[in-house]
């Protein structure tokens, strides 16, 4: 198996690293995390405080809480995130289906939004990306997981990419 260099981590993959995205990106992967694993993951993070069973699969997995854009009512969906120093990056692939995953038209009606990883829970304010900052932001997702730029390829839509940028917190 192919190790690739990644350049936001610094180093190459580790085989357990290059194994999970490779089993993710596949069509049987993508089915189970889109159908399964995330199902889990969104009962399961909250009570582990975002501990993941197999952390070696899936990497950087937080707990994405938006308001409805229809309903208003909080919605909350487990997501791979990239971080990027106070900034947070998040991919509304949906496994490379025709539609915007429902999270992402609740952060273009409403950007406030929060985001818990292993048990911390910050609020942020999103906008999605445009022109270069959206090529910028793409090369770094695509760098953390391949499996997007295979998502890309079997959409006509471009894949949205949010930046998620934390609200300063008031004393």
């Not at 260099?5 to 580790?14: F, H, V």
């Not at 159908?35 to 197999?54: A, E, F, S, Y």
């Not at 609740?106 to 990306?129: D, F, I, M, W």
Request: hydrophobic residues 35%; positive net charge; charged residues 20%.
């Amino acid at each position: 198996m192919d190790r690739r260099y990644s350049q936001i981590r610094g180093r190459p993959l580790t085989w357990l690293e290059a194994g999970g995205e490779a089993f993710e990106a596949s069509c049987v992967g993508d089915w189970l995390y889109s159908h399964v694993v995330n199902r889990i993951d969104k009962r399961l993070l909250p009570l582990t405080k975002g501990r993941q069973i197999l952390p070696f699969v899936r990497q950087n997995i937080a707990v994405l809480t938006t308001t409805g854009a229809k309903s208003g009512q909080p919605r909350t969906t487990p997501l791979q995130f990239v971080a990027d120093g106070d900034q947070v990056l998040l991919v509304a692939s949906a496994g490379g289906s025709r539609k915007d995953p429902s999270w992402a038209h609740n952060l273009r009606r409403h950007p406030r939004c929060a985001l818990s990883h292993h048990g911390v829970k910050r609020q942020y304010v999103a906008h999605e990306t445009t022109g270069a900052q959206r090529s910028a932001a793409w090369d770094r997702v695509v760098d953390w997981y391949q499996g997007y730029a295979r998502y890309q390829s079997q959409t006509d839509r471009q894949i949205p990419v949010f930046i998620l940028e934390p609200v300063a917190s008031t004393p």
